[in-house]
């Protein structure tokens, strides 16, 4: 047996932390720092850290993250006490609403377990300024740090206001309520973290405006839940598309089936006697491909409701949605379904303005652009120097035409590779 007490103080078993998500700037040499608003600040001491954090998203204050929940349980990726610091180094007590569950000792050498009671909670006495503070944890695994930046770690969101706990609570009693499965553990599921404007009630300023903390599941988990909840309630087994491993209904599994089976042997009746001339660039031209490949999402009559969905509650037309995407019509958008929400989202009004990038469409969205319009036309990843190099900034903030116009000179590049990767062949002697 191990030596007992180590066994005991033992560990959470948990990633390390590699930062931190404030929602302040940096502290001046007096009082706390300035409130971001609905940003947050990462920070970290691993220096290298920061380095790939900055080169992934282009800023170290990122309106909106996509993560993932790491651990098991709830308390692993959530949790929240009151607790008191000394000189801000060193934990005094925390406390869980009655009682004191890890404490300093009088000599000051060491914690104990043990709990007791709150002398605050208990109402013995006042809790003096900057002691009882609340104090939420809110552990992530940041998409794009993780498979962009090659980065494995846990980023902590560290929250001390009532008002974000309250939030950070109600976002996963929402998710548990469109788990299917009860009792299933959160690792892997995808969310999404940002700060929104609420109209909150203090005791000392009355009804202010407070960013709190917010984050909700991605998409894909919650269409996930309600098909296989669908599964369920129609007494039967889910079908799983053989392509995606994605659920599916009766229909898209019929139509899953079609796509995937074997096709019948070909008789001569069904080969033709010579192909027009005209049809053979369009089969072998990778730029031929490329709308069919890009718009195979709008196939989807759920996206589809996605997509109107959005339209109505930004309150904006047909007209300026598809202006919006830089389309004349919808199927016509030369990007993926992620990519046309972002585009419909990220523009703020009507002007495509450098705004915008501040608004999420940082770094990381435009490079899932680039890698996905590279892949469907055969031709080598970009990488960011080179498309900051293709629209002439040193930064993507410097960028003057906004996010739909970068992605159209993106686009335009890559027709003229592929177009002088056609004319190569063309032209090899034979």
């Known amino acids: 047996m191990a030596i007992k007490a180590i066994e005991e103080r033992g560990g959470t078993g948990g990633l390390r932390v590699i930062g931190k998500l404030r929602k302040g700037s940096v502290k001046p040499e007096k009082g706390p720092g300035r409130d971001l608003g609905e940003m947050f600040r990462f920070t970290s001491d691993d220096p290298k850290i920061m380095d790939v954090f900055l080169k992934v998203y282009d800023t170290d204050q990122p309106a909106i993250l996509r993560a993932y929940l790491p651990y098991p349980t709830l308390r692993q990726n959530w949790d929240y006490f009151f607790e008191s610091w000394k000189a801000g180094a060193r934990l ?3 406390c869980n609403g009655e009682d004191w569950i890890r404490w300093l000792t009088p000599d000051g050498k060491a914690y104990s377990r043990d709990p007791k009671p709150c002398p605050i909670c208990s109402g013995e006495h006042q809790a003096a ?11 992530l695994v940041l998409d794009d740090l993780l498979y962009r930046g ?5 980023v902590m969101v560290e929250t001390h206001a009532i008002t974000d706990v309250y939030e950070i609570n109600n976002c996963f009693r929402a998710l548990d309520n469109q788990r299917t499965v009860a009792g299933d553990d959160y690792r892997g599921i995808g969310i999404v973290v940002w700060r929104e404007t609420r109209k909150v009630p203090t005791k000392e300023h009355g009804v202010r405006d407070m960013a709190v903390v917010q ?7 919650v269409k996930a ?3 296989q ?3 369920d309630a129609l007494g039967r087994v889910p079908t799983l598309d053989p392509r995606t491993g994605e659920l599916l209904d009766d229909e898209w599994a019929d139509e899953a089936a079609e ?5 019948a042997p070909e008789t001569a009746e069904d080969r033709p006697s010579a192909p027009p001339a005209a049809e053979a660039p369009a089969a072998t031209s990778p730029a031929a491909e490329t709308p069919a490949k890009l718009a195979a999402w709008y196939e989807d009559a759920g996206k589809q409701n996605e997509i109107r969905a959005l339209v109505k509650e930004l309150k904006i037309d047909t007209v300026e949605a598809l202006k919006r995407l830089g389309v004349a019509q919808i199927h016509d958008f030369p990007g993926t379904f992620d990519q046309a929400i972002s585009a419909l989202k990220g523009v703020s009004g009507t002007d495509d303005k450098p705004a915008s990038w501040r608004k999420g469409e940082t770094r990381a969205v435009l490079m899932r652009f680039v890698d996905e319009a590279c892949k469907v036309r055969a031709l080598p990843v970009l990488d960011y120097d080179a498309v900051k190099g293709l629209l002439k900034v040193e930064h993507l903030a410097d960028y003057q035409d906004g996010y739909l116009q970068a992605q159209k000179a993106i686009l335009d590049e890559l027709e003229r590779q592929v177009a002088a990767k056609v ?4 032209n090899i002697p034979i």
């Open 259 to 263: 796509e995937t089976a074997e096709p």
């Open 150 to 154: 090659g980065v494995t770690g846990v």
């Open 129 to 139: 300024a900057g002691e009882h503070k609340i104090s939420g944890r809110l552990m």
């Open 215 to 221: 984050f909700e599941p991605v998409v894909e988990w």
């Open 423 to 426: 004319d190569e062949v063309e």
């Open 92 to 94: 005094i007590y925390r």
């Open 225 to 227: 839940q309600l098909q």
């Open 229 to 231: 909840a669908r599964g």
